[in-house]
């Protein structure tokens, strides 16, 4: 296991894979090395059939503080800094192409990279004690793995300007009313509700989780008449599943279903 | 015990009790800008130092504290860039934050007057243990101001709505025997009792576990903010999930099943 590797901590837990970002004395900083590990994690785990649903998770001081700034402050111009960065920032886009839920178990910082990292994600849980921001602004630079993007999808322009020009960071309870993040949790549970959350999500259809992330991929994506029809042409889809006549069977026979993911 | 005399406050830590006292009698203890940051930073710190378990907050002299130091915010007014609301952010605001956010308790110790962001900071402490001669006063009406430093915040919540609003509008101070009937302050004892109510109270506190007291305190400030009932009773859920695992809990039950004292580690 090389330096990076123990960066990022990878355990199984029934159906649910759990990637810990473990840079604690860097609050996490997303060097490239650890997004690397990162990300061959989290696509191991989709790979994995006995692997429903994905957690990432920081430490509870810092999700993760932002990228590793020093990887970047001596670039000398455009050119170098598209040429340091641009395999890492691509490979930073297949988070968003893993086809199984993921979600975000966030406490403490996620500022930057560390927000970005979060909102690419398919959900995020934050504890009370969570702070979200892109303070790119106040190093003279903008996000760049996502984070203009993915905060005005979520948030909407306007807040997502005040955000991202003034580097102002969300309280957890403010990014719940702004709809950044689905839920927020005593820090002390975080963990263990991301765990219940993404069992509850491992006891449906697989199948089912991975069409109703890409019909949701696509409202964010698409026009609404392409999300539409996407949606649909998923819906149909599904019943060429075992799982569906299963889910429906039980439902009529008033029994719980057991998804096989077939 | 450690002591550490700032000029305008004094800091000291003896047997898990953090003492901030306000010390300048002289000025009745007007706050000024390095005494509001001092105390700020003396409280968050003590929230993150385990030797600590409960924070004091007192006076020296015969008065609690006469509020922001008028002589100091007249000079700096001065400054033609100089706000009110910039003062309140910089150096009042955080420490009312601090204090309601620091997961131990704060035990206020007042005696005479508490004036202005005085009693924004008596009021802002967990529990308030007064002499009788004390007194809450509000005169921001006085000047053309509103009260500051969290006490429209506090004061409806505490005195129902137009309790506060009179005694903000008409500067009505609040008696210590007021403030008791109203449940504003914990106990009125005569100022030569004041100390060994304080040590009272204290005692009491440590015999409780540590994170007791402190997800107690979460809760609460949560409540007061909470949308629903529903919703705070499920952050309840929460913490008591989390308590149930911890070792104070257990030792709490044995110690109750086997009809002894316990002995909680803070675990």
Redesign the interface.
């Known amino acids: 296991m090389n330096a990076a590797a123990s960066e990022v901590l990878v355990e199984r837990d029934g159906a649910v894979g759990i990637a810990t970002l473990n840079r604690p004395q860097a609050l996490n900083a997303l060097s490239m090395p650890l997004m690397k590990a990162l990300i061959d994690a989290l696509e191991t785990f989709d790979a994995d059939s006995s692997i429903r649903v994905m957690i990432v998770a920081g430490s509870p001081r810092a999700f993760a503080a932002g990228a590793d700034i020093n990887e970047m402050k001596d670039l000398a111009d455009a050119k170098a800094a598209e040429a340091a960065m641009a395999e890492h920032l691509g490979r930073w886009d297949r988070i968003g192409r893993l086809k199984k839920p993921v979600i975000a178990a966030v406490s403490g910082f996620a500022l930057g990279g560390g927000c970005e990292l979060a909102m690419a994600c398919d959900l995020i849980l934050a504890s009370e004690t969570a702070v979200f921001g892109q303070p790119e602004i106040l190093i003279g630079v903008i996000p760049g793995a996502g984070g203009t993007q993915r905060l005005t999808k979520a948030v909407g322009k306007s807040l997502a300007m005040d955000l991202v020009l003034t580097g102002r960071r969300l309280t957890a309870r403010e990014a719940l009313a702004a709809g950044l993040v689905a839920r927020v949790l005593a820090p002390e549970v975080l963990l263990d509700e991301a765990k219940k959350l993404a069992r509850e999500i491992a006891k449906g259809s697989p199948l089912a989780a991975q069409a109703a992330k890409a019909a949701a991929n696509a409202a964010v994506d698409r026009q609404l008449d392409a999300g539409l029809s996407r949606e649909r042409q998923l819906f149909y889809t599904l019943f060429d599943t075992q799982d569906q006549k299963e889910g429906m069977r039980a439902f009529a026979e008033k029994r719980v279903p057991k998804f096989e993911g077939k | 015990m450690t002591t550490q005399t700032a000029s305008e406050f004094l800091n000291a830590t003896k047997e898990g009790v953090l003492t901030l006292t306000l010390n300048r009698p002289e000025a009745l203890n007007a706050l000024t800008g390095t005494m509001l940051r001092g105390l700020a930073e003396a409280v968050t710190k003590a929230g993150r130092d385990k030797s600590v378990r409960v924070i004091v907050i007192a006076a020296a002299g015969r008065a609690f504290c006469a509020g922001a130091d008028l002589g100091d915010v007249k000079k700096r007014m001065a400054d033609k860039s100089f706000e009110h609301g910039d003062e309140l952010r910089k150096s009042f605001n955080p420490l009312i934050l601090a204090l309601r956010r620091v997961e131990k308790p704060v035990v206020a110790v007042v005696q005479g007057t508490a004036a202005g962001a005085g009693a924004s900071l008596a009021l802002a402490c967990d529990l308030k243990i007064c002499s009788t001669d004390a007194k809450f006063l509000n005169a921001f009406s006085k000047v053309g101001l509103i009260p500051d430093s969290g006490l429209t915040w506090l004061l409806p919540r505490a005195l129902g709505l137009s309790l506060a609003l009179e005694h903000a509008w008409l500067a009505k101070p609040i008696t210590a025997e007021t403030a008791l009937k109203f449940g504003l302050v914990n106990r009125v004892v005569p100022a030569e009792e004041l100390p060994a109510a304080v040590g009272e109270t204290l005692c009491s506190l440590f015999a409780v576990p540590p994170l007791s007291l402190a997800l107690t305190k979460?809760a609460m400030n949560r409540s007061l903010e909470a949308p629903s009932l529903e919703d705070q009773m499920e952050?309840e859920a929460?913490?008591q999930?989390?308590l149930g695992k911890t070792k104070d809990h257990a030792e709490g039950i044995s110690s109750f099943l086997e009809k002894r004292s316990p002995k909680f580690t803070g675990e």
Do not use: D, I, T, V
Request: hydrophobic share 35%; aromatic share 16%; no cysteine.
């Open positions: 979460r952050h929460q913490l999930s989390f």
